[in-house]
DNA sequence: GACATATGGACAAAATATGTCCAATTGACT
DNA sequence: AGTCAATTGGACATATTTTGTCCATATGTC
């Protein structure tokens, strides 16, 4: 849907460790064009703005994400599993990079202020792909939603919930990856038909 | 001599992880004042500009690490030992703080370019403390200097000549304490006096 | 040669930073 | 309450940096 030329591509790449460096005020087009090595002339032939060459940026990194997720659930496995790597996966892909930065803050601010709505929509197409996989479970008797008394969508809501808890409190380090496995055990035996338990 | 009082102290105390994460370029006065928690206009009441931060924070940081290898120069132990304990100091205090930083290298050329004064009278003092050391060893007959045909200041230039190489080659990273270890080894094995050796 | 692409440099306009100033505020001390 | 010194936000002119645009000139590629 979202077409990026292979030179965009590289431009943003090199953008990157640029705006984790500096955060997204202090880096210059100049600063950008440097790094990715071409001139700030061609910078502007690409984007025609830093704004614009942020909200790229934002966006590739959005979509890269959200591709892993549906990578990741379409494998084999039990749904949990694949759940809560593809949960994971997501959150390496979008948040890790900047976890360590000092400037990950005033660069969050500035996605929420320059690119709000693809963080939107990559969140409405995460809980979308969630909801697929938990129907997809239900229908094939893995799992039993009607034991809590849910519906897909709630339930992918709740996951994704838990996860920006999770991220907000225990932070994106190991802390974060041991929170998700807890919480999709519990989902799992939650979920676990009744005939299946023990 | 040089007096700093406990404002201006806190101040750069401030500052330098300021410029560390920035940079001196892109640090501004208000990124300062911020950091300390004071205003801008009481910022400027103790600095007239941002050189003139840069310079006293320059200062600070060399004055308290040759007030290091002084101290570590005056307590017991064997000549080299201590001549190691202040050097490694030396290092720790002026190049670690700096080592990790991506901005390292915008900062060092800052720093000459701003205050080569403050660090050429550094080192000045440095091979000073190291000659008077060398000299003293050597009139106790710990070390026996006309055993290489040199004198107390020529050794000391040789020594810091040799940081420099180890800490320009190998990093500041453990591998500079390996290699400064091993150069007083050697220096240790050719100064000992004929009489002591096996 | 024709063509597309990249470049350094120049440029005005916009945005930021600098350094200075002052009236108002704060808080400690008498 | 009154004095004093220190600190403040805010205004300000100036200086510097950044932005976004433009173009004449390379630098390949077909």
Do not use: W
Not at 2 to 29: C, H, N, W
Not at 121 to 142: G, M
């Amino acid at each position: 849907m979202y077409e990026i030329d292979s030179k965009s591509a590289q431009i943003l790449d090199a953008a990157l460790p640029v705006f984790i460096r500096f955060g997204f005020r202090k880096t210059t087009m100049a600063d950008i064009a440097r790094a990715a090595g071409i001139s700030r002339a061609s910078l502007y032939l690409c984007f025609n703005s830093k704004e614009e060459l942020f909200r790229a940026g934002s966006l590739r990194a959005h979509s890269q994400s959200i591709n892993d997720v549906a990578k990741t659930l379409g494998r084999s496995g039990s749904i949990f599993d694949r759940i809560s790597a593809a949960v994971l996966a997501f959150q390496d892909g979008l948040i890790a990079p900047f976890g360590g930065s000092d400037n990950a803050e005033e660069l969050f601010a500035a996605n929420m202020e320059l690119a709000r709505d693809i963080t939107a929509d990559t969140r409405t197409r995460l809980l979308d792909l969630l909801t697929k996989a938990l129907a997809e479970a239900d229908k094939n008797r893995e799992i039993d939603l009607t034991a809590v008394g849910s519906q897909p969508a709630a339930l992918a809501a709740l996951i994704a919930a838990a996860m920006d808890g999770i991220k907000h409190t225990h932070g994106v380090g190991p802390e974060f990856e041991r929170g998700t496995h807890l919480f999709m055990a519990l989902l799992k035996r939650a979920t676990t038909p009744s005939q299946l338990r023990a």
